[in-house]
């Protein structure tokens, strides 16, 4: 069984900054405050933790490497074939290397991807997330994969390959509801598939793809971590409540594989569709009595959540506003801590609950983080 070995600091304290998880590039992702996430955690010393909207892992991967005992959750199933690779894989690096160097060897062929999403450098005008070179291998080693695979862990080890792969060569403004005109340069390469940096821990992490709100009566934790999806605060941008299905749709059907039907100029599945996919958390609505919908889904979160402290990270471009999020959390949790990071001056300030933060000017490209005790 492999340790996972963290350098200490002075005090005999991780040094959280040293801290590596691996992902896709994804719109709204934490790999840049992870410290922060990780430090306000590690004073508390939780044994176990729920991360209900897990996204890419990464904030999973680094709580395991704490040796907390990781509850990951997400409705996407590219989210859970993440965390099923990161957190609950056994068998070794070497075991999967000999898988990884077979499935790189195997010749490209023209099938299902490559009609949708494959395109010609030679031709002019059009946009498609990869070149046909490398989706040719994504046909044939997504093929290999379901023949292969022995179990699901190991299948979700092998897709996590190959998305990280294809998440290295793409021609994509880093999501795949818009294309590059021009082909980027990193798509000429030809990808390579890698094995995952996965934790091999002797905790028992557990991993759901459910609505939140369907899992929570089932779980009791130390601590709760949510970084829920955020609806822009753009009005002009209603599509914005399901940006996360719209954006990754892709990942979705190279897990499933099932061909679906597609809509638009970007190949996208019917079922990302904003009359079919829905999150309250993105909903840019507001209710009869002129509340933000989006804002009840956070108060409702909050309130059903069974654990001795939650920390909430959310952006000031968000759909609720900062005192909105102050005066939800003041009237259902006690409010120990504070954080903001301002990611356009790189600097990061925090203080005690006072009310000075409600008069607080909310800027654009900062993230709260809020400690709470229920």
């Known amino acids: 069984m492999e340790e996972v070995m963290l350098k200490k600091n002075l005090f005999n304290e991780p040094i959280f900054e040293e801290i590596e998880t691996e992902g896709i590039k994804y719109v709204g992702s934490k790999d840049k405050i992870i410290p922060h996430i990780l430090r306000l955690v590690y004073k508390l010393e939780p044994k176990t933790i729920l991360d209900g909207f897990s996204g890419t892992t ?48 195997i010749p490209g062929k023209y099938g299902w991807f490559s009609e949708h999403y494959g395109g010609e450098p030679k031709k002019k005008g059009q946009k498609r997330p990869w070149q046909i070179h490398n989706t040719m291998k994504l046909d044939a080693i997504r093929e290999e994969i379901d023949k292969i695979a022995e179990d699901e862990i190991e299948k979700s080890v092998l897709l996590t390959s190959l998305i990280l792969a294809l998440d290295k060569v793409e021609n994509t403004v880093g999501h795949y509801a818009s294309y590059l005109k021009e082909w980027a340069p990193r798509s000429y390469k030809t990808m390579r598939l890698e094995v995952p940096r996965f934790i091999i821990s002797k905790q028992n992490h557990e991993v759901y793809q459910e609505d939140i709100f369907k899992l929570l009566p089932k779980i009791e934790v130390d601590l709760a971590y949510y970084d829920p999806p955020y609806g822009s605060c753009n009005d002009k941008m209603p599509p914005s409540r399901v940006r996360y299905q719209a954006y990754y749709h892709i990942w979705t059907t190279i897990i499933k594989n099932d061909k679906p039907k597609l809509f638009g100029a970007t190949n996208r599945r019917v079922d990302s569709s904003d009359k079919v996919s829905y999150s309250p958390f993105e909903d840019f609505r507001k209710n009869k009595e002129g509340k933000f919908i989006a804002r009840e889904a956070i108060e409702k979160l909050i309130q059903e959540t069974r654990a001795k402290f939650i920390v909430f990270s959310y952006s000031s471009g968000g759909r609720v506003p900062f005192d909105e999020l102050v005066d939800i959390f003041s009237r259902n949790s006690k409010i120990i801590e504070i954080q903001k990071i301002d990611y356009r001056k790189n600097v990061m300030s925090f203080m005690r609950w006072t009310n000075e933060w409600i008069k607080e000017k909310e800027e654009p490209h900062q993230e709260y983080l809020f400690l709470l005790e229920k």
């Open 58 to 105: 990464r904030v999973s991967q680094a709580f395991a490497k704490l040796g907390y005992r990781v509850i990951a959750n997400d409705i996407a199933i590219w989210s859970k074939t993440f965390a099923e690779c990161y957190l609950l894989n056994k068998k070794p690096k070497e075991y999967y290397q000999k898988i990884i160097d077979y499935l790189n060897k």
